[in-house]
């Protein structure tokens, strides 16, 4: 039987995207022939220093982003984001990059520690 595809638009600096990734990556681990999995960029932030700070601006700016996304983070036990991550960092650029770079960190951990 030919496996259901599954095409996933993602961006690194969204966690919403990586808590999605968590469950394709348990639904493939239960299904291992059964789920084919197409991965492909989207850049949900591809303007991110405008989009954040326009929608952003009402609920605290670019301090209550970093509010949300650690708000978000603590309902996972799996995931741990730096406590200072948007909060003493004020450059966009810099908050941005941490936010990926975490997100990377924290996918590859969990993919070592299912080896």
Same mark, same amino acid.
């Given at each position: 039987?030919?496996?259901? #595809? $599954? =095409?996933y +638009?993602?961006?690194?600096?969204?966690?919403? %995207? *990586?808590i999605? /990734?968590?469950?394709?990556d348990?639904?493939?681990?239960?299904?291992?022939d059964? &789920?084919? $999995?197409?991965?492909?960029? +989207?850049? &949900? +932030?591809?303007?991110a220093?405008? !989009?954040? @700070? !326009?929608?952003? #601006?009402?609920r605290?700016?670019?301090?209550? *982003?970093s509010?949300h &996304?650690?708000? &978000? %983070? %603590? !309902?996972?036990?799996?995931?741990?984001?730096?406590?200072?991550?948007?909060r @003493?960092?004020?450059?966009?650029?810099?908050?941005?990059?941490?936010?990926?770079?975490?997100? =990377?960190?924290l996918?590859? /951990?969990? %993919?070592d520690? /299912? $080896?």
């Amino acid at each position: 039987m030919e496996p259901i #595809r $599954i =095409s996933y +638009f993602s961006d690194v600096l969204c966690i919403w %995207a *990586y808590i999605a /990734q968590i469950r394709l990556d348990e639904l493939k681990a239960n299904f291992p022939d059964q &789920v084919a $999995i197409d991965y492909h960029f +989207f850049p &949900v +932030f591809g303007n991110a220093h405008e !989009k954040l @700070e !326009k929608s952003w #601006r009402d609920r605290g700016g670019l301090r209550g *982003y970093s509010n949300h &996304v650690h708000t &978000v %983070a %603590a !309902k996972f036990p799996h995931i741990t984001v730096h406590p200072g991550l948007g909060r @003493e960092y004020t450059n966009l650029s810099h908050l941005l990059s941490s936010i990926s770079k975490c997100n =990377s960190t924290l996918r590859n /951990q969990r %993919a070592d520690s /299912q $080896i």
